[in-house]
Antibody, heavy 121, light 113 residues
Framework: EVQLLESGGGLVQPGGSLRLSCAAS????????MGWARQAPGKGLEWVSTISGSGGNTYYADSVKGRFTISRDNSKNTLSLQMSSLRAEDTAVYHC??????????????WGQGTTVTVSS | DIVMTQSPDSLAVSLGERATINCKSSRSVLYDSNNKNYLAWYQQNPGHPPKLLIY???TRESGVPDRFSGSGSGTDFTLTISSLQAEDVAVYYCQQYYSIPFTFGPGTKVDIK
């Protein structure tokens, strides 16, 4: 069974940093791109970032570019999102998702339950 | 950026009746070289992560009931639930994965009338 389990969320002050992780199982991790999407309280979905299966290509939403860094460790089947210079508007549930292609241009076919990030003083 | 819009914002349909959700992209998401529309539909129940229903605009994900169907091409797309069931109450999102950023529509809430 394909599973994604996020961790690392929490309460952080504005300007602070946080690192999210996503542990993947049940599929050949390196064969698929992976991504992050978020959902602010009571709002819709927002795509955040995607990384190709090899890790060689990364893509970001303008709202997080320069502040967030996506990475993956294919030896450990783990996806990460390093978030810095956090703002109140980054408050959301962050989902990791498997992308149905190696390059990144595909639907998000499996989603994790999500981890909550709250940016507040 | 490609802007995705959805209509209606919400709809209420009687059990067993048809529900239709529209999605429009500000630019075509049809890739000419492979004739594929880079468009997906997701279902999200409260407190749960999104679930992929349809990809390439009209291909049903494995395990998704056949009452869900997707259609359209270029800039105009439709998700149809042919016979609404109680478990279909949810918010439905379209998403384009044609170009970065991979934008989602604002969502359509489906309820029982």
């Amino acid at each position: 069974e394909v599973q994604l389990l996020e961790s690392g969320g929490g309460l952080v002050q504005p300007g602070g940093s946080l690192r999210l992780s996503c542990a993947a199982s049940g599929f050949t991790f390196s064969s698929y791109a992976m991504g992050w999407a978020r959902q602010a309280p009571g709002k819709g979905l927002e795509w955040v970032s995607t990384i190709s299966g090899s890790g060689g290509n990364t893509y970001y939403a303008d709202s997080v570019k320069g502040r967030f860094t996506i990475s993956r460790d294919n030896s450990k089947n783990t996806l990460s999102l390093q978030m810095s210079s956090l703002r109140a508007e980054d408050t959301a549930v962050y989902h990791c998702a498997k992308v149905a292609s190696p390059g990144g241009y595909g639907a998000m076919d499996v989603w994790g339950q999500g981890t909550t990030v709250t940016v507040s003083s | 950026d490609i802007v995705m819009t959805q209509s209606p914002d919400s709809l209420a349909v009687s059990l067993g009746e048809r529900a239709t959700i529209n999605c429009k992209s500000s630019r075509s998401v049809l890739y000419d070289s492979n004739n594929k529309n880079y468009l997906a539909w997701y279902q999200q129940n409260p407190g749960h992560p999104p679930k992929l229903l349809i990809y390439w605009a009209s291909t049903r994900e494995s395990g998704v009931p056949d009452r869900f169907s997707g259609s359209g091409s270029g800039t105009d797309f439709t998700l149809t639930i042919s016979s609404l069931q109680a478990e279909d109450v949810a918010v439905y999102y379209c998403q384009q994965y044609y170009s970065i950023p991979f934008t989602f529509g604002p969502g359509t809430k489906v309820d029982i009338k």
